[in-house]
């Protein structure tokens, strides 16, 4: 069986979503030399190799002291960079998890009222928990089959990105002007200038991006059959952005240097096997996993993409309790030992 897409809040990528949505009944989709100069780094100076001591004029010394200064600042300056992209990431951390509390408090009060802000927050199926919709928000939805292009937008972006970084290592061809332009605005990974094995890393998750990005448009085109569900424009907006950030996140951690099936049904119904039978989103939980493994390919210690998974598991805890909610006020004999996102905790 293969359902329709249930998605995550855009700008979170989606795994395949195995039930909830309508079915249609289908095979399983397929799954998910030294390298030279990074382009836009600056190679270190080369060193003298020996010879007659250099000695240098009375005025030399305060030179050539001025122009380490200048080099350290400019070291500084630069350490202080990728600030800006943490601490984005670090923001929509922030913002999921409050969005995820304040979910969590008034669930035992009734049940959210009609807003602005659940409208931010669901999407498709989950929106008909809010009730009836004023008409001015309704203006502001766009159909949730749009999700397609995200995954569109991603493949020719990230693909992009990866041929170019490709070139790179091995061609030796430097990055465009204007790439190298922004991956500096945004600090050009300096948290790692001392690691020369980066280089391969960030090849590797950018090509498991695209990869992951291709599988997803592949099931969103052939697989997925969506509903009349819709999503809010900035939800809509937030998800294009968030796949063109998410590959220049990959390369500024890089050293400055199916076949088709019959439509079952239309209708939501409880989806069973494998890991639903621990929770209501597996594949929520398997996008984590994701996440954690491509920060696990680029090391512990780097800090910038830890927040980017920090943002996953919130942006994906917040759609699973959703998700759970609506099965649990939709079916009354809807499993109780189910979790909504992570098995046996959550």
């Known amino acids: 069986m293969r359902t329709a897409d249930n998605g995550g809040i855009p700008g979170s990528p989606r795994a395949s979503q195995w039930g909830g949505e309508a079915a249609r009944t289908s095979p399983a989709a397929p799954r998910c030399p030294a390298p030279p100069p990074f382009p836009h780094s ?48 670090l923001l929509l951390a922030a913002a999921f998890l409050a969005a995820l509390l304040l979910e969590l408090l008034q669930a035992p009060r009734g049940g959210p009222r009609p807003g602005l802000f659940q409208d931010l927050l ?25 999700f397609s292009h995200f995954y569109i937008l991603s493949v020719v972006w990230n693909g992009l990105l ?75 907006c937030f998800g294009l952005g968030y796949y063109i950030v998410i590959g220049l996140t ?48 680029f090391g512990f210690q780097n800090l910038t993409w830890w927040l980017v998974v920090m943002y996953v598991l919130f942006n994906q805890a917040l759609a699973a309790v959703l998700c759970h909610e609506f099965y649990v006020n939709n079916f009354s004999c809807y499993p109780t030992c189910r979790k909504a996102f992570i098995p046996f905790l959550f």
Not at 55 to 84: E, F, T
Not at 127 to 132: A, D, E, W, Y
Not at 165 to 187: E, K, N, T, V
């Open 42 to 89: 600056k190679s270190p100076a080369p060193r003298g190799g020996g010879g007659a001591q250099t000695r240098l004029a009375p005025g030399a010394w305060a030179a050539a002291g001025g122009a380490g200064s200048v080099r350290a600042r400019a070291q500084g300056g630069s350490r202080a960079m990728p600030a800006a992209l943490s601490a984005l990431w």
């Open 122 to 146: 669901r999407y498709g199926k989950t929106k008909s928990g809010c009730g009836q919709r004023p008409a001015w928000l309704r203006l502001l939805d766009v159909p949730k089959r749009w």
């Open 162 to 236: 990866l041929l170019l970084l490709i070139q790179a290592l091995f061609l030796a061809r430097p990055f465009p002007i204007w790439l190298r332009d922004l991956l500096s605005a945004l600090g050009g990974a300096s948290q790692n200038q001392d690691v020369g094995d980066k280089h391969l890393s960030a090849l590797l998750v950018l090509m498991l991006l695209w990869l992951h990005s291709f599988r997803r448009l592949i099931e969103c085109l052939c697989i997925s059959v969506f509903s009349s569900g819709f999503l809010h424009i900035v939800q809509y």
């Open 250 to 297: 990959v390369l500024c951690q890089v050293p400055a240097n199916v076949s088709n099936g019959k439509v079952v049904n239309l209708s939501h119904s409880i989806p069973f096997g494998d890991w639903f039978e621990r929770v209501s989103c597996p594949h929520y939980f398997a996008e984590l996993l994701i996440y954690v493994s491509m920060a696990i390919t």
